[in-house]
């Protein structure tokens, strides 16, 4: 990175009000992003970046991090905290500054092999714990980073270098599979839609628990043209969640979600129920008021001496 977070995060005010001001693109963009041309990816980060300076999110508010592949490169683009951490393990490690850090906003970015295949047990355990933060999916159907395998959204009959034939695993539906382990707040949106995947990103950062957004975004490279079906440039549809439906009924919900391919677009699930954040907060502060006065040295010498 060019410049240290410290230079570039230089608290500006105006200098008539003295309020603080929004960052600017410039403030929020890091090295040049090394997708290839035309990569989905790059829409996403544009409108994360959009979403950062329209909501006047400054630095030490918000924390991305990602897991391994083409999209989990993400944090390395953007000037700001965050962690391109192992394979599969993006839900884990947000996890632990999500609820040791509640002051902060989390925003994860996975890829679809990342999030559902390696990381598939950590996408149900953070969805049913309702930890808060925000995962957007960036997913084309395959694994871009590694050149060209079957995913576990790749369509029946995709040919890859793991299936020469095609694909003969059923893949599986993102929106569906995370109403299905307790996500509070699912939404799908698709790359191409600047405008749509903005207002999907700010839905979710506004939902008080796991928001989850399944992002369609093109790999050009090793699956090109997957998604033209739901791009009206390309001669496809985009349709959205009708206006009628009610996003607390969880199974309109999952009957939505599981329309076939291009499916709907937009908020397709989005209910309030308690945080992991919250029960824990509850728990500690209850036991913080029972050893009240007391040193850390004396609060771990009392629980040892309980266990005897
Ligand atoms: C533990 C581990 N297993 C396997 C890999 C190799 N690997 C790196 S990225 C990747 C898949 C990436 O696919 P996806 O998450 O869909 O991201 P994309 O590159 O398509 O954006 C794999 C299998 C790894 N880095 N670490
Ligand atoms: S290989 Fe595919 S996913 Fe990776 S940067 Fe290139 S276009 Fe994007
Ligand atoms: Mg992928």
């Not at 977070?5 to 960052?23: C, D, F, I, P």
């Not at 960036?138 to 050149?147: C, F, I, S």
């Not at 569906?176 to 903005?198: C, D, E, M, W, Y």
């Not at 950062?205 to 043209?225: I, K």
Request: aromatic share 10%; hydrophobic share 40%.
């Amino acid at each position: 990175m060019s410049q240290t977070l410290t230079e570039k995060n230089a608290v500006t005010t105006t200098a008539t009000t003295g309020e603080r001001k929004g960052l600017t693109k410039k403030e929020i963009a890091a090295d040049h992003p090394t997708w290839c041309p035309g990569c989905g990816d790059f829409s996403v980060l544009a409108l994360y970046f959009k979403l950062i300076e329209k909501r006047k999110l400054w630095h030490e508010k918000i924390t991305t991090i990602s897991g391994i592949g083409c999209s989990s490169r993400f944090p390395y683009f953007v000037q700001a905290h965050g962690a391109h951490f192992i394979h599969g393990r993006a839900l884990a490690f947000a996890s632990g500054v999500s609820l040791s850090r509640p002051d902060l906003h989390v925003f994860a970015f996975s890829g679809d092999g990342d999030a559902f295949s390696i990381g598939g047990n950590h996408f149900t355990h953070t969805a049913r714990k309702n930890i808060k933060m925000t995962l957007v999916v960036m997913d084309n159907e395959v694994y871009g980073l590694t050149k060209k395998q079957t995913s576990p959204t790749s369509p029946l009959g995709f040919k890859s270098k793991t299936d020469i034939w095609g694909a003969v695993d059923y893949p599986i539906n993102p929106a569906k599979q995370a109403i299905a382990v307790g996500a509070s707040f699912v939404a799908r949106t698709t790359a191409t839609n600047p405008n749509h995947v903005l207002a999907m990103m700010e839905a979710a950062m506004d939902h008080d628990g796991f928001s989850f957004v399944h992002c369609l975004s093109e790999c050009v490279e090793f699956y090109e043209g997957a998604f033209d079906a739901a791009n009206p440039r390309k001669g496809g549809v985009f349709n959205e969640v009708p206006k009628t439906h009610d996003v607390t009924d969880e199974l309109a919900a999952y009957k939505l979600a599981g329309e076939p391919f291009p499916g709907y677009f937009g908020v397709l699930y989005d209910v309030k129920k308690p945080t992991k954040n919250a029960k824990e907060m509850e728990i500690n502060q209850s036991f913080q008021s029972k050893v009240a006065g007391l040193k850390d040295w004396q609060i771990l010498q009392k629980t040892f001496e309980r266990m005897k």
